[in-house]
């Protein structure tokens, strides 16, 4: 069983397309986070849910929109894609109060 | 705002072998975590071992271990006995709550080869 899952893998898009990344975990954790990994492979943090609730968010532009429309589930919607967008996209969960964080497989984007 | 520096881009090492791979943190916190996680060429972001601030004993988790210096900022891990399968780039983070759930700042990473 997959404990954090992404839908795609791979996301291959053209400049100015909107994308969605999904994702969904069965670990009963009440907070989610989108992380960025670069191609030099530098991994931040973009935003964390509590419980559907947005707690931070890292000065992202604001052509990123999480959605959480559930405490297993947080999506992220991309709009106006740039060709810096092009990373791979990870997703965590966590229990409230234990700070370690388990990853998704993550999605490779690339935007052309 | 906290730091997280893994002065070794690459490391290797030789199968069987030991190897220990560096990472100080810069914080004013005094309640925090520290972790290494690993990333294979598969890219999935793998926690190998955790060490909460609190604690003077270091962690370990069968042949990894870190040696935790609290007053000098510095969180290392050992690596025992090397198996092919702990190539991968290796990642130290610090973690501490904010708000509702809990932020990881991440080192740039070394990437670790073992030599058959």
């Known amino acids: 069983d997959t404990a954090v899952s992404q839908t795609p893998k791979y996301l291959v898009t053209q400049m100015g397309n909107d994308k969605s990344i999904k994702c969904e975990q069965n670990l009963g954790h009440d907070t989610m986070y989108w992380y960025k990994q670069d191609s030099k492979k530098f991994l931040k943090i973009m935003f964390s849910y509590n419980n559907k609730e947005l707690i931070i968010n890292e000065t992202v532009p604001n052509r990123f929109s999480p959605k959480s429309p559930d405490k297993a589930h947080l999506n992220l919607h991309i709009n106006s894609l740039e060709l810096g967008d092009s990373a791979v996209y990870f997703c965590a969960s966590s229990q409230r109060y234990t700070v370690a964080q388990y990853f998704g497989p993550g999605t490779r984007l690339l935007v052309l | 705002a906290q730091t997280v520096t893994q002065s070794q881009p690459e490391m290797s090492v030789q199968e069987a072998e030991t190897v220990t791979l560096s990472c100080t943190y810069d914080t004013s916190e005094s309640d925090y975590y520290l972790f290494w996680y690993k990333q294979p060429p598969s890219r999935q972001m793998i926690l190998v071992i955790r060490q909460e601030a609190y604690k003077q004993q270091n962690a370990t988790e069968n042949r990894f271990s870190v040696n935790f210096q609290k007053a000098a900022k510095s969180f290392s891990l050992k690596i025992s006995d090397s198996q092919l399968g702990d190539a991968a780039m290796y990642f130290c983070?610090?973690?501490?709550?904010?708000?509702?759930?809990?932020?990881?700042?991440f080192g740039k990473g070394t990437k670790l080869t073992v030599n058959p």
């Open positions: 983070a610090f973690g501490r709550r904010q708000g509702g759930s809990e932020k990881l700042v």
